[in-house]
Nanobody
């Protein structure tokens, strides 16, 4: 599985951005996808995840810091996962990474832990100016 994140850029506070994560290789619909971000000198932080619940059914999860502003979605035809970000704030500035994980009987996805994701793409920089 290879992941390619794109869509980052420099925006002003209050603006919106849509990040894309194009997935290639063996990528079943049951794989979970997570978006994480990492700011300089900070730990990698979970920002959104989407996990498979059954045929055509997915669950999503967001931390309080982005809930109501970020939306994760996936297009299983295009094998692409999106992160729609609205009302961006300077504290959203970071490198954003997408990740994927196969289904597990041990881990409940979408997981908020980066350790539970196996496949990672390169990051895309998001910079929000005040």
């Amino acid at each position: 599985v290879q992941l390619q994140a794109s869509g980052g850029g420099l925006v002003q506070a209050g603006d919106s951005l849509r990040l894309s994560c194009a997935v290639s290789g063996h990528f079943p619909r049951s794989y979970a996808v997570g978006w994480f971000r990492q700011a300089p000198e900070k730990e990698r932080e979970f920002v959104a995840g989407i996990g498979w619940c059954g045929p055509n059914s997915y669950s999503t999860d967001y931390p309080d810091s982005v809930k109501g502003r970020f939306t994760i979605s996936r297009d299983n035809i295009k094998d692409t996962v999106y992160l729609e970000m609205r009302g961006l704030k300077p504290e959203d500035t970071a490198v954003y990474y997408c990740s994927a994980a196969r289904r597990s009987s041990v881990v409940l996805y979408p997981s908020r832990s980066a350790l539970d994701y196996t496949y990672w793409g390169q990051g895309t920089q998001v910079t929000v100016s005040s």
